[in-house]
């Protein structure tokens, strides 16, 4: 068993504090003393605690609010309540605000280390069974990655291989390919499954704020930073760091993970002192790396001290019959989530999935078959409940062309601008199928709209002849 975290003292009256204090080291507890409800409630806030102990009567707060503040927040954290004014009905009003017990003063030391020591039973239990279940997932998690594709049992195996070794793994793919789910699974799947698993969006996290949060900083370090907090990597002591859209961090930092990645030290924003945690690393990105190296945005050493192990996996379209298992799989979780009886998967629309290319991969087929299970009424999730791939599929080129990274920096403006054109024309006339709706939805005339399309090269397609004829004939 690991060490027990420590026991959070709540006492106004410094005397007390030392006497508790006293009791609880000759047991060999840890102590962390708090003067006031509202110092707990900040260290409650930022660690683990094995119970918390506090006198009834504080300053502003009293302890029985914050007994009951705390077993709002961290309800599985045991709080035993002291007071010199025991009465019954104080006793069970705590009980009923969730205490774990009340202690009369005075009282013998050793009553109170009985207490201590019934709780710590109790928590070590509670510790073990959630180790023991996190161990009893671990099949089940590797069984979520759906697909019999040679490509995925690949993959399947690589997952198996690599999870019980402390190797650094680099997860590189396109945007809903299962990044984050194969990052569950190497945790899961490690010896480190029952300590803490901590995910960080590098994306997400203000770029001045995301050194802290990996590393901690000291109070005062900067500007709001009241009090010191530890980094989410000494959460993760013993676990598993999974660094999310890594491609995204800033090169400043780059160098300070750089540093962590080689012996596992780091020094808090504003500290000196170097601490060391023992963290396995795995990190995912969707942007093309070796582009961003070439284009200094990423460090090609960082890049190859994370690379010991690399992860690819495929995109949907590359994954053959995964797509019609994939969503046979979808139906069946939303059918039982939305409580519908069973679907299955109609012929016509199975093909209609086979030939969509899927840009936005497992995630955008999920939403399709959710999207489809909450639309059908009947027994087949038919085309008709899909999404319109080839609207989409325009879409996204028209999207993909204008994000492109730069491809529109120093164009010339006539042109980008036909471009912006031709992109919004395309995608209206997708929506509408005519020229005439189509016009009417672009305020402007059919004639301007006809005018429009021939010098953007736009051919009207062959759905919209017969519309275009009688538009014809109109004009
Ligand atoms: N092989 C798979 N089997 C079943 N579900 C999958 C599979 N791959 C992905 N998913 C599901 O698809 C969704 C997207 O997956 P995930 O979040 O892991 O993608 P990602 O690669 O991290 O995407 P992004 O780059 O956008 O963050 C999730 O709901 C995930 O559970
Ligand atoms: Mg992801």
């Not at 489809?372 to 038919?382: D, K, Q, R, Y």
Request: net charge negative; glycine share 8%.
């Amino acid at each position: 068993m690991r060490h027990l975290p420590p026991i959070l003292v709540v006492d106004d009256d410094p005397n007390m504090r030392a006497t508790l204090e006293g009791i609880l080291r000759s047991e060999r507890h840890d102590i962390v003393p708090a003067e006031s409800a509202e110092e707990a409630l900040r260290f409650l806030e930022e660690r683990e605690f094995l119970l918390m102990i506090s006198d009834v009567r504080l300053g502003k707060m009293s302890g029985h609010e914050l007994l009951k503040e705390a077993h709002r927040r961290w309800p599985s954290l045991p709080v035993i309540l002291i007071t010199a004014y025991a009465t019954p009905r104080l006793a069970v009003a705590a009980i009923q605000d969730g205490a774990f017990d009340y202690l009369a003063k005075p009282f013998a030391p050793e009553e109170l280390l009985h207490l201590v020591a019934h709780c710590a039973e109790r928590q070590t239990l509670v510790r073990e069974n959630s180790a023991f279940r996190a161990r009893e997932q671990q099949a089940f998690q590797l069984d979520r990655l759906i697909g019999d594709s040679a490509r995925m049992r690949d993959l399947r195996q690589l997952i198996r291989t690599v999870a019980p070794t402390n190797a650094t793994v680099l997860i590189l793919g396109e945007s809903g390919t299962g990044k984050e789910l194969i990052a569950g699974c190497l945790h899961s799947l490690s010896h480190r499954s029952s300590e803490a698993y901590v995910r960080i969006n590098c994306a997400a996290i203000p770029e001045g704020l995301l050194e802290s949060e990996l590393f901690g900083h000291e109070k005062g370090s900067f500007t709001g930073a009241s009090r010191s907090k530890p980094g989410r990597v000494e959460e993760a002591d013993g676990g598993t760091v999974f660094l999310d859209e890594i491609g995204d961090m800033s090169r400043a930092l780059q160098a300070k993970l750089l540093r962590f990645l080689e012996d596992g030290s780091f020094t808090r924003v504003g500290g000196n002192e170097e601490l060391s945690v023992d963290v396995r690393v795995v990190a995912a990105t969707n942007r093309d790396i070796v582009r961003l190296i070439q284009d200094g945005g990423f460090r090609e050493d960082l890049f190859h001290r994370l690379n010991v192990v690399q992860f690819r996996p495929p995109p949907l379209r590359e994954r053959g019959d995964d797509v019609a298992q994939l969503a046979e799989h979808f139906i069946g979780t939303y059918c039982r989530a939305l409580n519908k009886p069973r679907m299955e998967l109609g012929r016509a629309a199975q093909q209609a999935l086979l030939r969509h290319r899927w840009p936005g991969n497992v995630r955008e087929l999920r939403n399709a078959i959710e999207r489809a299970v909450i639309l059908e009424t009947g027994s087949e999730v038919n085309p008709a409940s899909l999404p319109d791939f080839t609207l989409e599929a325009r879409l996204s080129a028209s999207v993909n062309s204008g994000s492109g990274a730069g491809a529109d920096m120093d164009r010339p403006l006539e042109e980008a601008l036909a471009d912006y054109e031709r992109r919004l024309i395309t995608a209206a006339l997708g929506r509408h199928h005519n020229v005439g709706r189509t016009a009417e939805a672009l305020r402007i005339s059919r004639h301007a709209l006809r005018y429009r399309m021939q010098r953007l090269g736009l051919q009207p397609e062959a759905a919209d002849e017969e519309s275009t004829a009688t538009d014809r004939g109109n004009n």
